[in-house]
């Protein structure tokens, strides 16, 4: 249990999936001008990162990893290097899955996630969330609170950032700096922040 | 006809500096930053990228006219993540010290979205050899930056370029120390924005 | 032909291809993965015992080549016994690398596996003959978070190790601890031999490479306490593998 609980925390600040690995960048430097679009797509992410993680652990694990095709009668065959493929066809299909049972169930819900869940097929934190799994040799329980902590993480960030440019509209900054460059430069300082939750011991 | 005035010199110029992928058009930040702490892992990574993205420009551009309309997409994907696939398993076969380090970046070049970009945007509706120096320009443009932040990081924060330390032992003798946080992720942002600045600023007079 | 089966037709089409290409190109390499994979250890476990240096670069042949001339690789039964892999066969044994220099045991290698913060930490410990003193440590795989606990595959860190006690002065087995922070500072006089300086930003990666440590030293105690009272019986039983003990 602390295990998990350290995996949370750790995914959700000094790991950060974006702030410490760079992952979902382009559309946290795209989404994070509106606030409100920014906590939507924030929301998405999370859903998306805890749902494909642990399916692909279960794809990986069932049918691609060294030896996992021994049911088959096959368990000399290793089809890791089919990971990468595989990974990014789960996630787009997991994605327009996802979109179509929101839509059949829940249409308030898809009035808000709805337009951002194609995005997010192609956010590099998703397929990050999956390789990372597989990296980093976690269990089934493991991968659904890594998946879950990781998204949780992200939306934090681009929250804090779509709070913090809705202030950065008023500042007066130097020719050139705006938009782009000081956008990065507060994320580095955020990156920073996040930082320094390394500490937490449990 | 002067160099730069052809088709082909502009094809390449454009994306490697004037529209600079980075810093202009903002794509592909993605994978490119963590694997800046060292020169080596940079360079791999942007011969890696170049071959992926010129590749898949080439392919795509030699099937446009037969890839049907509805699937494109899906089809640009699979042609890219093979090739991704294939630089991957040829890292790990040649230089496999640099793919420990590269881990998973090789992989997330798959959703680096200048290369699908490139491939839907320049490559469906161009003919190859433009497509194929479209892709390299590309991913000149996108290893300069690249190189660069992880040339300033490498000096900074290990005192050395490619490995080789550069900084006298006089000058740790006299107090200088590394900067332990250029191996950090925050240090890379702050680069690279530094980095658009100055190319914005740049910009912004030439038009004036 | 209809659009639609055409669609269909392409992708099946464009799946064949792909998989035939990636498949080739992933049996054709694996051999060449699977050996890099191999020298990679080996070049690790030399590293332990200082028999190659890590500021020069060495070929997959020199490697291989030192090291088949001093290191040899025994299995060690739980009563603490080195025996050869045949000897061993489906009995419950770890694995030991031992470092024979003009038939002498300079030191012998355990690999370690760790807990981290993250996946799994995987690395040697190379311990001298006389089964208390930490010759070497090296990690070959993590996946800790760069620059913070990613520093355990760092030379300060690792060189960090050397000279250090696994036993405390009365001969009792006390493993080795990663500090939190700097030895110097953090740790009292007397337990200085058994600590390690830490990394900042990374006590937790500390905590669960010190656990991981101790249970893999307590799992080899045996063979190490061997090694401390009994020295010769360990060289000789190991100068001849295939002998069994009286």
Not at chain 1, 109 to 131: D, H, K, R, T
Not at chain 3, 99 to 114: L, T
Request: glycine share 8%; net charge neutral; charged share 15%.
């Amino acid at each position: 249990m602390v295990e998990l609980v350290s995996i949370f925390l750790n995914s959700v600040f000094a790991g950060n999936i974006l702030l410490a690995y760079f992952l979902g960048m382009c559309s946290f430097v795209a989404v994070s001008k509106n606030i409100d679009t920014a906590i939507g797509l924030g929301f998405a992410v999370v859903f998306v990162l805890t749902v494909t993680t642990p399916v692909n652990w279960l794809i990986f694990h069932g049918l691609l990893a060294p030896g996992a095709l021994a049911w088959a009668g096959l368990p000399e065959v290793d089809l890791s290097f089919l990971k990468l493929i595989v990974f990014i066809s789960v996630i787009a299909a997991m994605v327009q899955a996802i979109e179509m049972i929101i839509d059949r169930f829940s249409a308030a819900l898809y009035a808000g996630l709805g337009i951002f869940l194609p995005l997010i097929a192609v956010n590099c934190a998703i397929l990050g969330g999956s390789l990372f799994m597989v990296e980093r040799e976690m269990s089934f329980i493991e991968s659904v609170v890594y998946g879950f902590g990781s998204g949780v993480g992200w939306l934090l960030a681009i929250t804090a950032m779509a709070a913090a440019r809705i202030k950065l509209r008023y500042a007066d900054l130097p020719s050139g700096l705006e938009g782009f460059g000081i956008t990065m430069i507060v994320t580095g300082l955020m990156a920073m922040a996040f930082m320094l939750f390394s500490g937490i011991t449990m | 006809m002067k160099l730069t005035r052809t088709k082909a010199f502009k094809t390449f110029a454009d994306p490697a500096w004037y529209d600079n992928p980075i810093n202009m058009q903002m794509l592909g930040i993605c994978s490119a930053l963590a694997v800046t702490v060292q020169l080596k892992t940079a360079f791999v990574m942007t011969l890696a990228m170049t071959f992926v993205v010129s590749m898949s420009g080439l392919i795509i551009s030699l099937m446009r006219r037969i890839i049907p309309g509805n699937i494109r997409i899906i089809v640009e994907l699979a042609v890219i993540a093979s090739l991704v696939i294939l630089a991957d398993e040829f890292l790990k076969a040649y230089f496999y010290d640099i793919s420990k380090l590269l881990s998973v970046f090789v992989g997330l070049i798959i959703t680096n979205c200048i290369i699908l970009g490139r491939a839907e945007g320049f490559a469906l509706s161009n003919p190859p050899h433009l497509a194929l120096i479209d892709g390299l320009g590309n991913g000149v443009g996108y290893g300069s930056v690249l190189l660069s932040v992880a040339f300033i990081r490498e000096l900074f924060g290990s005192g050395s370029i490619f490995g080789f330390s550069v900084i006298p032992e006089s000058a740790y003798a006299a107090g200088y120390e590394d900067m332990g946080i250029m191996m950090l992720a925050p240090a890379a942002f702050i680069i690279i924005g530094l980095m658009a600045w100055v190319q914005k600023y740049l910009a912004n007079s030439r038009k004036s | 032909m209809s659009d639609t089966a055409k669609s269909i037709l392409f992708a099946l089409g464009m799946c064949i291809v792909c998989g035939l290409l990636l498949t080739a190109a992933a049996t054709g390499l694996q051999k060449r993965q699977e050996q890099n994979r191999i020298t990679d250890r080996q070049k690790n476990i030399l590293y332990t015992v200082d028999l190659i240096s890590r500021d020069k670069q060495y070929s997959p042949e020199q490697i291989v080549e030192i090291s088949e001339n001093n290191i040899r690789k025994y299995q060690v039964t739980p009563s603490g016994k080195i025996v050869s892999p045949e000897e061993a066969g489906g009995k419950q044994t770890l694995p030991i690398y031992v470092y024979v220099d003009k038939d002498q045991i300079r030191a012998y290698i355990i690999p370690i596996e760790s807990q981290g913060l993250w996946g799994k930490i995987y690395g040697y410990m190379a311990l001298e003959a006389d089964g208390s003193t930490i010759a070497g440590f090296t990690v070959y795989q993590h996946s800790e978070t760069p620059g913070l606990g990613g520093e355990i595959d760092k030379r300060w860190f690792q060189e960090n190790f050397e000279g250090k006690k696994i036993v405390d002065q009365n001969g009792n087995f006390v493993a080795i601890q990663v500090a939190k922070g700097d030895v110097e500072k953090q740790v009292p006089e007397e337990k200085k031999s058994h600590y390690v300086d830490g990394i900042s930003g990374a006590t937790l990666t500390g905590k669960y490479l010190s656990q991981g440590i101790e249970k893999t030293l307590s799992r080899y105690e045996p063979v190490s306490l061997c090694f401390r009272k009994n020295r010769l019986r360990c060289r000789l039983q190991e100068t001849e593998p295939a002998q069994d003990e009286k």
